[in-house]
């Protein structure tokens, strides 16, 4: 089984937002000046560039920063293609490979946000746990591989995964 | 206008207000008094029929108070013109003893109803619906004026007609305090419930069939057994509802508050069972309304409902017709006062006027002694909770629990105890209201200590400041507003149950102390209208003084000089 | 183009004790079909209450409002509006937050789905149909709150500061999204106006920048933006617009 890493506390639009910051400065920057540029916290930045080198959309390199070409196909397709290349790269990380294997196997393919909880909490520290069930709501709710009910509290299968 | 002025207005018109209020315990009493049994079958297995009978007047109250709240709260916030008035009347009814009306409000209603049971169960429905509502309907209008201006700008904006403004905007903001206050008006409410039950009027009973009659019949019968279940069954039943509805429905009025960070995740404070319980209910709800709704759109709106039954120009005639119906009633009020008026003063005396300052005076002395003993007690335990945090966690639930039990349903056991003594009412009378006075100073005075930021903290434990130095300089500086909030409430409720704790009635046998409360029974019970409405008048305007004069500025004082946030 | 929107003389006073301070003094301009203007100005400017007047949620003290050359009293149902801080109901999901101004006026549940659902898709927010506000971070509430104002089908929009209560990043992102969204020509809209105080985002997205002063505010500059999308914000040219403005609005300050 691959060792279920945390997923970092950001939001779709900012990862997206870093993207296109990083094609309009020609692919390549350095990610000291980017905390410069846009007044922002080198804590705020790294857990940012963490996510999109996780997606496979940056990678780092000596300090800089460096779009990839799935990271320029993001940048420059509309919101559907964005939509699918999340849900291709998102397919690929062990913590969702885990969590579409459960609800692929249960027959009602939903699980409860709790037990999901204190299943991530087996494999991180309980803060880890957290916002890794956060981003994994958030991401999977955008790429619409995964849903979540906040009434019955639920994360469940989207429909186009149900074939 | 400053805030002198608004000061000052409001206390003319909080005086209008009680004057009117004594006015209808004047036009209101009446020479007769009902006798009837209290509970016909004091056994184990009518205990249920009598929990149930209590419960259903405590819901049909709370109904009527959560109606009502919602209306005057919505009613007071949406004018400044009513708020002006319908404000200092919440603020009399929130300070004001209401148990010594509770006569006038029986023959009130005896009168108007013509079935005598119907007419005393109505007054004790009535009775805890007023120790329920004035704080719910603060609630509701706190909430409405407080709504973040964005939001109601925005909502103005995409619902400019107001339209949905009832379902969608007012009524959801309002639930989260709603809730809260609900939880706090409903041990009230338990409180007045029971008092209603063991209440003695003149040297008669009336019949009001519950669990606080049980408790007090069984213990005048000297069947402490069945005291004690009696008391358990009413522990029960709270803990059940606070676990099966309070607790799940506050955890649910949580979505309704405006603080939105993504990070906040929602306290798991309800168990297991009782949240499959509602989920399964909220199922059932919700697919319910998903059926209706799908096949009338309009059916939240509110307004729509309202206007296809009422078209405007109805509308406009019922709301002329209230405020008309309001004032003739006050008309009426007004008259029947000012005939009965020279008869009236003929009735009194001026010693009245001392034998009711004397009595109060004593009245209070045994609320001073109250207050003493529960701060002797109380703020070194919060002290020590504060310390020592483990302990505190073990601790309170277990003090939530004993805080929960009305206080009035020991009385009878206390009672029992200690009428044997010499000055064995004085001591019962103390410790009655010690036990309603003791918890509101407990929690308050712990959860004040407990706001105190951990860098002040931390300051002052460098500083190597300990013992009784950080106690006057750090702790009791850093809760006494919360301590005074507690002492306002503490009071608040005390004066309450002196009215029951002066005067009791044992097997047709009278105990009394001297006291205000001893001397409005004693004034029912010889039948002196002018002695009763004079010690009615002599109360209320104690408290309301007090009030004005005493607490508000020295809270005022207290919370700005000890403010945290400076 | 035609003319959308005309202000004539719009003047805001703001009563004190004593006297009357003028927020606005005789704001008079037109906005045409096709054009995204924003509106600049140092602080206390009034920019949001003019933003706020032209949407009718202010009455003016004077001067008056022509869209389509006729004057508008009360909410302008031609136009629809995006708040800074979001505005969102707490107690409503995604849909029903974006569907609430259809539901006053009464349109059926199905056809507010249906509206609901294009604009869901348009902004990007599908998979978060049944989320709550608080479930959200700042970049997807405005969403909400874009995609609320968009299914009005308004022909101009009024955005207030839609961006300056987000990071850099979402901010960078929800700005190409409305210059996406804007050039699609999948929207009812002929015309933007959007308040800021971020120069470079006014020059970055916009055709034409109002710049107000303070202490009256008065309209001290009227800028056309020739530049082609997408904008370089290292150009030459990009820079000495931006060097225009800002010494304009820094004089106005003074």
Not at chain 2, 88 to 116: E, M, R, T, Y
Not at chain 2, 400 to 416: D, E, H, T
Not at chain 2, 520 to 533: P, R, T
Not at chain 3, 219 to 244: C, N, Q, W
């Amino acid at each position: 089984m691959d060792d279920v890493a945390p997923l970092p506390d950001v939001e779709i639009g900012e990862i997206i937002g870093m993207l296109e910051y990083l094609k309009e400065e020609g692919g390549k920057t350095d990610i000291y000046e980017i905390a410069d540029d846009l007044n922002l916290e080198i804590d705020d930045l790294v857990p940012i560039i963490k996510a999109a080198e996780l997606l496979g959309f940056a990678n780092v390199e000596n300090g800089d920063l460096i779009l990839t070409k799935l990271g320029e196909e993001i940048v420059n397709g509309d919101e559907n293609k964005r939509k699918i290349l999340f849900k291709e790269s998102l397919k690929k990380l062990p913590v969702f490979k885990k969590v579409l294997n459960i609800l692929l196997s249960s027959q009602e393919h939903f699980i409860d946000k709790h037990e999901l909880l204190s299943m991530l909490k087996q494999e991180m520290p309980e803060d880890e746990a957290n916002t890794t069930l956060r981003s994994l709501i958030n991401f999977g709710r955008y790429a619409e591989l995964i849903g979540y009910n906040p009434e019955d509290k639920e994360i469940y299968l989207d429909k186009i995964m149900e074939e | 206008m400053d805030r002198e002025s608004i000061h000052f207005e409001n206390i003319v018109i909080e005086l209008f207000i009680l004057l009117a209020l004594i006015g209808f315990a004047y036009v209101f009493y009446k020479r007769e008094i009902v006798t009837v049994n209290r509970v016909a079958n004091l056994t184990v297995r009518n205990l249920p029929y009598y929990t149930l009978r209590s419960l259903i007047r405590m819901g049909v109250a709370y109904i009527f108070s959560l109606l009502f709240s919602i209306a005057y709260g919505f009613a007071a916030a949406t004018s400044k013109k009513r708020a002006a008035i319908m404000l200092p009347i919440l603020d009399i009814f929130q300070s004001v003893p209401v148990l010594g009306f509770f006569p006038a409000a029986i023959f009130f209603f005896i009168a108007i109803v013509p079935n005598k049971i119907v007419g005393v169960e109505l007054a004790s429905i009535f009775l805890i619906f007023t120790s329920q509502v004035w704080n719910m309907a603060f609630g509701v209008y706190e909430s409405l004026t407080t709504i973040p201006k964005e939001i109601k700008e925005a909502y103005h904006f995409f619902d400019p007609y107001g339209k949905l403004a009832f379902v969608r905007l007012y009524l959801p903001a309002t639930i989260p305090k709603l809730v809260y206050n609900s939880i706090v008006s409903w041990s009230n409410g338990w409180y007045f419930l029971v008092a209603c039950e063991i209440f003695a009027v003149g040297s008669a009973s009336y019949s009001l069939p519950g669990i606080g009659s049980f408790i007090m019949e069984s213990a005048s019968e000297s069947k402490i057994s069945l005291t004690l279940l009696g008391i358990l069954t009413l522990i029960v039943v709270i803990f059940l509802l606070d676990l099966f509805i309070w607790k799940p429905l506050s955890q649910w009025s949580r979505r309704f508050r405006y603080s939105m960070n993504p990070g906040e995740e929602e306290e798991t404070e309800v168990w297991g069972v009782v949240s499959l319980f509602w989920e399964f209910v909220g199922k059932i709800l919700r697919s319910l309304k998903n059926k209706i709704v799908k096949n009338e759109s309009g059916v939240l709106s509110f307004y729509n409902i309202v206007h296809k039954v009422f078209p405007s120009k109805v509308l406009y005639a019922i709301n002329k017709t209230i405020l008309f119906a309001t004032l003739l009633l006050t008309g009426l009020l007004v008259y029947k006062i000012a005939i009965v008026f020279p008869s009236f003063i003929k009735t009194i005396h001026l010693s009245y006027f001392l034998i009711s300052i004397k009595a109060t005076f004593f009245s209070f002395v045994r609320l001073l002694i109250a207050y003493i003993i529960s701060v002797a007690w109380t703020i070194p335990v919060a002290v020590l909770m504060f310390y020592h945090q483990k302990g505190a966690r073990i601790l309170s639930p277990i003090l939530q629990i004993l805080a929960s039990i009305p206080a009035v349903s020991l009385f009878p056991l206390i009672l029992y105890y200690f009428i044997k003594f010499p000055h064995g009412l004085d001591i019962t009378a103390i410790i009655l209201i010690l036990t309603g006075m003791q918890w509101y100073l407990l929690f308050n005075a712990y959860g004040g200590l407990k706001t105190i930021p951990n860098d002040i903290k931390e300051v002052v434990d460098s500083m190597g400041i300990r013992g009784p130095l950080k106690f006057k300089r750090l702790l009791l500086p850093a809760s006494l507003p919360s301590i005074m909030t507690g002492t306002i409430t503490a009071f608040g409720g005390g004066w309450n149950a002196l009215i029951i704790a002066e005067y009791i009635v044992l097997k047709g046998k009278v105990y009394s102390v001297e006291g205000i409360g001893s001397l409005l029974d004693k004034s029912l019970a010889s039948n002196n209208q002018g002695l009763f409405i004079v010690a009615l008048t002599v109360m209320v305007l104690t408290v309301f003084l007090i009030n004005h004069f005493v607490y508000r500025p020295l809270y005022d004082k207290i919370a700005e000089r000890f403010n945290m946030e400076a | 183009m035609e003319e959308l929107l005309r202000l004539k003389d719009v003047t805001q006073l703001f009563p004190l004790k004593k006297k009357n301070v003028v927020v606005l003094d005789k704001i008079s301009f037109s906005v045409h079909e096709g054009e995204f203007v924003s509106l600049v100005g140092p602080s206390g400017c009034g920019k949001s209450t003019l933003l706020r007047i032209i949407a009718g949620l202010v009455k003016p003290s004077s001067g008056s409002i022509l869209f389509r050359n006729k004057e508008i009293h009360g909410i302008n149902l031609h136009v629809s509006i995006v708040f800074q801080t979001f505005g969102l109901l707490p107690w409503l999901d995604v849909t029903e937050n974006i569907t609430l101004g259809l539901e006053a006026r009464g349109v059926s549940l199905k056809e507010r789905l249906r509206k609901a659902f294009k604009y869901i898709d348009l902004v990007g927010l599908e998979g978060f149909e049944e989320a709550y506000p608080r479930e959200l971070s700042g970049g997807m509430k405005q969403r909400v709150g874009i995609a609320r104002a968009l299914v009005m089908e308004p022909e101009l929009l009024l955005m207030d500061e839609p961006f300056s209560a987000l990071d850099a990043f979402t901010a960078q992102n929800l700005r190409e999204e409305i210059l996406r969204l804007w050039s699609s020509g999948k929207l009812s809209l002929k015309s933007i106006i959007m308040v800021t105080h971020n120069i470079e985002e006014a020059i970055y997205l916009s055709d034409r920048i109002i710049v107000l002063s303070t202490h009256p505010g008065r309209v001290i500059g009227d800028i056309h933006i020739p530049m082609a999308r997408p904008r370089d914000r290292d150009s030459i040219e990009f820079t000495k617009l931006y060097d225009k403005i800002y010494s304009m609005v820094v004089m106005a300050k003074i």
